[in-house]
């Protein structure tokens, strides 16, 4: 349980000396408790009485750092279950879906054509950040090749294997790639454990029901993991959506830490070959609360409803979205170029300066 103000009040030293740029002691530590502002602050504490608070009063839902490429990702961290409360911090991530039961030429055409779905919008990339290398029951000896090629991209790896042997034989041929691990479950999560602990690795966690889940969890914590992320699991999309909704509910509003994990989960498998079941369930879950999301492919046509979707969703309401105030030469313009003028509103800059670069004609966007 989070310490309240007058718990940690008790833990100052009283003297109220405004070092930490507050006027008592007792301001200082209402602010610690609502989070305005870090403990550290005050260099008059312990490192015992640190420890205690800086644990207690951690955020509810852990931050875990993922690699896609070149890119690194947070996942998680959130503090409100409703983005009008505050705002959501760590955007929803897609992975495409790739197996070792597929025929090469499909792997070839996900790895290549499945990948080329690639854009700016408002001033974000909008693409598949991962792929999600699944081991199928055919030809599981090719999982590590698989995981290479994948690797070789340039995007994010999920590995998704629940053999220990094999998960691990695929993690350090790309270990470089910082894969995801996801494969720890009940019966196999100590041997995960050490592979993911060994290459430093995200590991993935499943379970055949969310006690099971919670339990394996605690498990993994006690032997000291948690980096993690919690696969909701693929029965149903009803089980998967109750998971998802009952694990951030546990870690936000019950501040059960167990739970406080990001989640994965698998829509490509929930909705069985229907590609427009797909698209709608990837929406509901970038809504709540998949932090990744696997769909069989990125296609134009789901992405732009999904990353539309995604950059209304994770923007601060609290924030407007605009653009800097400058002048935005487009097209290679120079002084001698003509100027335009445009609003501060991100969407209308947008717009504009796309229809100008498409017009080919050097120009000067002036925001002012
Ligand atoms: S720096 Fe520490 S001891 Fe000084 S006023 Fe702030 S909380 Fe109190």
Not at 98 to 108: H, L, M, R, Y
Not at 120 to 145: K, L, P
Not at 176 to 200: Q, R, T
Not at 208 to 213: C, F, Q
Request: hydrophobic share 40%.
């Amino acid at each position: 349980m989070a310490l309240k103000g007058l718990d940690i009040f008790k833990l100052t030293p009283k003297t109220n000396c405004k070092d930490c740029g507050n006027p008592t002691c007792m301001a200082f530590s209402m602010k610690v408790a609502s989070g305005a502002i870090d403990i550290t602050k005050c260099p008059h504490l312990s490192e015992e009485v640190l420890a205690k608070i800086s644990e207690s009063n951690a955020p509810p839902m852990k931050t875990i750092t993922v690699k896609a490429g070149d890119a690194e990702y947070k996942l998680g961290g959130e503090t409100v279950l409703y983005r009008h409360e505050k705002t959501f911090v760590s955007k929803t991530l897609y992975a495409s879906f790739i197996c070792t039961g597929q025929d090469e030429a499909t792997q070839e055409r996900k790895l290549t054509e499945g990948l080329k779905v690639d854009y700016d919008r408002i001033g974000e990339r909008m693409y598949c950040e991962f792929i999600f290398v699944n081991m199928g029951s055919d030809n599981q000896d090719n999982f590590t090749a698989l995981a290479q090629k994948a690797a070789a991209t340039g995007r994010g790896v999920i590995l998704n294997c629940k053999d220990p042997e094999r998960m691990k034989a695929a993690a350090e041929a790309i270990k470089d790639a910082k894969p995801i691990l996801n494969g720890a479950d009940a019966s196999n999560y100590e041997a995960m454990n050490a592979i993911a602990k060994e290459l430093g690795l995200v590991l993935g966690v499943s379970g055949a029901d969310l006690d099971e889940l919670y339990d394996t969890v605690a498990k993994l914590e006690a032997a000291g993991n948690k980096n993690l992320i919690l696969d909701v699991g693929t029965v149903s999309i009803k089980s998967a959506f109750e998971a998802a909704v009952q694990i951030r509910r546990a870690a936000l509003l019950n501040k059960d830490r167990t739970f406080g994990y990001p989640t994965l989960v698998n829509v490509r498998k929930l909705a069985g070959g229907d590609v427009n079941l797909e698209t709608a369930l990837a929406s509901l879950f970038t809504v709540k609360y998949g932090s990744i999301v696997v769909v069989e492919d990125m296609t134009y046509d789901k992405a732009l409803a999904l990353y539309g979707l995604r950059q209304n969703i994770f923007t601060d309401p609290q924030k407007p979205m605009k653009v800097e105030p400058g002048i935005y030469p487009l097209n290679g313009a120079d002084e001698n170029a003509i100027c335009a003028t445009t609003v501060d509103f991100a969407l209308t800059y947008f717009v504009v300066s796309g229809e100008m670069e498409r017009s080919g004609v050097p120009v000067n966007l002036l925001r002012g």
